[in-house]
């Protein structure tokens, strides 16, 4: 596991967590921010924020469900990075997922599944392109 920062406060943070879900042919699933929302229009892993009370694995399972209407099992931890936005600072963590269903927008965002290559050019939000960089800079 991972674990850079980008500087800054990591005091008041949100932690907010991200699926790393790799289909059989080994295309990763990433979902589009939508219009209305910060960073809207720029791809990122799916998941969203940890309420209070929740693990990290149970927030994933939720925002899944909300988001895609996916259900799905949660593996390791893959990465954790604070990164600081001009609106926010999150603490994101990369947890590994596997879907027992085929994903649908429930939130009105887009969604697909992206070769590793396809990533390299697709507008990520920044602190999902940390997270890109890391893994892909580690083999994963």
Do not use: C
């Not at 027992?100 to 009105?108: C, V």
């Not at 997270?131 to 800079?137: A, C, G, M, N, R």
């Amino acid at each position: 596991m991972w674990t850079p920062s980008s500087g800054g406060s990591s005091e008041n943070k949100v932690p907010v967590v991200a699926a790393f879900l790799r289909e059989a042919s080994g295309r990763i699933l990433l979902s589009r921010r939508p219009p209305g929302k910060a960073r809207a229009g720029l791809w990122e892993f799916p998941g969203g924020k940890v309420k209070p009370g929740e693990s990290p694995a149970e927030a994933l399972r939720r925002e899944l469900r909300e988001e895609l209407g996916l259900e799905a099992s949660v593996g390791q931890e893959l990465a954790r990075l604070i990164h600081v936005y001009p609106d926010l600072t999150i603490e994101l963590i990369l947890l590994e997922a596997f879907a027992e269903n085929y994903p649908q927008a429930l939130e009105g965002q887009e969604w697909g599944w992206f070769r590793p290559e396809e990533i390299e050019k697709v507008p990520l939000a920044p602190a999902d392109r940390r997270l890109w960089q890391l893994l892909y800079k580690n083999s994963l």
